[in-house]
């Protein structure tokens, strides 16, 4: 299967709001319960690292970083939000992905990108300590999904390049 990584478009965001449906679907992916609307995504997201991966047109994936917060002291620092098809997990579609949006993340300054992974995503744990985060601790019971506590390992992973 041949893969490509490109920049999000606008145009792109109904299959990217659809994959990101299957994630919430899944329960292990997000403490979020519904898909927002392209607007409030787009406020949420910087504009720049925004990917997706097509493998015959199709976008099969996508990655983007939030900042964690708005205080210029952290404008290094961004959260990582990777997403896979269903049908496309466990094909590599995520190391392409996460691998991009790491370099592209330094290219715009950013010299900290975190995750916070639910510890039963065992496959996106891997991906990202395969792509060189590094687990910093857990937040036991930080929120809860249908009445059930759940845990948040949380992951960071440091610029070799920028910030140093």
């Given amino acids: 299967m041949h893969i490509q990584i490109d920049r999000m478009h606008r145009n792109?965001?109904?299959?990217?709001r659809s994959i990101y449906a299957q994630?919430?679907?899944s329960e292990d992916a997000t403490f979020e319960t519904l898909v927002p609307d392209w607007e409030e995504w787009d406020t949420n997201h910087l504009p720049d690292?925004?990917?997706?991966?097509?493998?015959k047109d199709q976008v099969i994936g996508w990655a983007?970083?939030?900042p964690v917060s708005?205080?210029?002291i952290y404008s290094g620092v961004a959260e990582v939000s990777v997403y896979i098809a269903t049908q496309f997990r466990q094909k590599g579609v995520g190391k392409l992905l996460l691998q991009s949006l790491i370099t592209k993340s330094e290219l715009t300054g950013i010299w900290t990108l975190q995750a916070g992974i639910f510890p039963e995503n065992t496959g996106s744990l891997a991906l990202h300590k395969s792509c060189g985060f590094r687990e910093i601790g857990i937040q036991e019971k930080i929120g809860q999904n249908d009445g059930i506590w759940r845990d948040v390992i949380l992951l960071e992973r440091r610029s070799r390049v920028v910030g140093v």
């Fill in 12 to 16: 792109d965001w109904e299959t990217v």
């Fill in 23 to 25: 994630g919430i679907a």
């Fill in 49 to 55: 690292p925004r990917l997706v991966a097509r493998s």
């Fill in 64 to 66: 983007a970083v939030s």
């Fill in 70 to 72: 708005n205080r210029c």
